[in-house]
């Protein structure tokens, strides 16, 4: 009995390990053709979260700064009205 269990071993052995190793070399040579395409696939991904990344970090900024939008008028009027009073330096060459 023993003996008719060994050589069954021995037939299946002979038969599943060439089928394994085909099954090893297909799986090799089917993800070495796609290796292109998953770098390719990676690429685009980080394209992507790059620029969506970026796209909602200047949100947030504007959505920061829409609180500040009347601190910015008043000093961008005060600026003008002191850009305006001033006297530009080469019109006072000219007046000289």
């Known amino acids: ?7 069954f071993l021995l037939v299946a052995s002979v ?11 297909l799986r090799l040579a ?22 969506l990344g970026l796209v909602a970090l200047v949100l947030a ?3 920061l700064l829409i609180p500040l939008l ?3 008028a008043l000093v961008f009027a005060i600026w003008l009205i002191v850009r305006l009073t001033r006297r530009h330096p080469a019109a006072q060459l000219a007046a000289d």
């Open 15 to 25: 038969i599943v390990v060439p089928l394994l190793l085909v099954g090893l070399v």
């Open 1 to 7: 009995m023993f003996l008719l269990f060994g050589l």
């Open 61 to 63: 900024g504007t959505v």
């Open 30 to 51: 089917i993800g070495l053709a796609l290796l292109p395409l998953r770098i390719v696939g990676f690429t685009i991904k980080l394209a992507i979260g790059l620029v």
């Open 70 to 72: 009347p601190v910015i």
